[in-house]
């Protein structure tokens, strides 16, 4: 079975600190994506990056890095120079295909992140 | 801005009443999904359309009712709901759902409250 871990339950920081939030990904898929989704307070979830498994290369893009570790099953995301905006809870979720041949994502509970002024 | 619009934004309905959500999506995608999302729970799949076709339900109960009308429109009608039906329903499309490579994108969700 695919479960994914989000141990930070909830991380306040202050304005410009970084932060890491943590993932911890289960599977037996050799072949897997791994996700990352931003909940700000209006409900919509956003999209903020792929990966899939053969490619465990870091990402940047901006404030954002994500870090890929095949050997800890880890998919962790950092925020660099945090800013009130970044104020959301974080899902990371994993992608299987269902035995009916569809997609499925597996979503771990979620991490909230309070930054302040 | 997203390409996966919900209506409405926020639905108030007693439990004999019938109402319909509604979801669009504008990039062309062939699979559409519904999910619930109770408050501080990460989203729960609940229906997934391919090519217009119902594909998956998660064993959902009788009073939520999916419809796929096209590729780009997708409603759920509700029908004598429960107070513990309240919850946000999110909206997603991805390319065909056949894979595990496809990325879901969200609509806004409507946040639904039943009396």
């Known amino acids: 079975a695919q479960k994914v871990t989000q141990a930070q339950t909830e991380i306040s920081v202050v304005e410009k600190e970084d932060v890491t939030l943590d993932c911890v990904y289960e599977?037996?898929?050799?072949?897997?994506?791994l996700f990352w989704y931003k909940q700000p307070p209006s409900g919509e979830l956003v999209f903020l990056i792929r990966?899939?498994?053969?490619?465990?290369q870091n990402e940047i893009s901006g404030r954002y890095s994500w870090n890929f570790q095949k050997s800890t099953s880890s998919f962790n995301f950092t925020i660099t120079a945090s800013q009130v905006v970044d104020s959301a809870v974080y899902f990371c979720?994993?992608?299987?295909?269902?035995?009916?041949?569809?997609?499925?994502?597996?979503f771990g509970t979620g991490t909230r992140l309070l930054v302040s002024p | 801005d997203t390409e996966v619009t919900q209506t409405p934004k926020h639905l108030v309905m007693g439990m004999t009443n019938k109402k319909s959500l509604k979801c669009e999506q504008h990039?062309?995608?062939?699979?559409m999904y519904w999910y619930k999302q109770k408050a501080k729970k990460p989203p729960e799949l609940m229906f997934v359309?391919?090519?217009?076709?119902?594909?998956i339900n998660e064993s959902v109960p009788s009073r939520f009712s999916p419809e796929c009308p096209n590729s780009s429109l997708l409603n759920l009608h509700l029908h004598a709901l429960q107070p513990e039906d309240s919850a946000l329903y999110l909206c997603?499309?991805?390319?065909?759902?056949?894979?595990?490579?496809?990325?879901?994108?969200f609509g806004p969700g409507t946040r639904l409250t039943v009396l």
């Open positions: 990966r899939n498994s053969f490619d465990e």
């Open positions: 979720a994993l992608s299987g295909v269902m035995n009916t041949g569809f997609q499925k994502l597996v």
């Open positions: 990039m062309g995608h062939r699979a």
């Open positions: 599977t037996r898929d050799t072949t897997y994506y």
């Open positions: 359309y391919s090519y217009e076709k119902l594909s």
């Open positions: 997603a499309s991805s390319q065909d759902g056949g894979t595990s490579t496809d990325t879901q994108y």
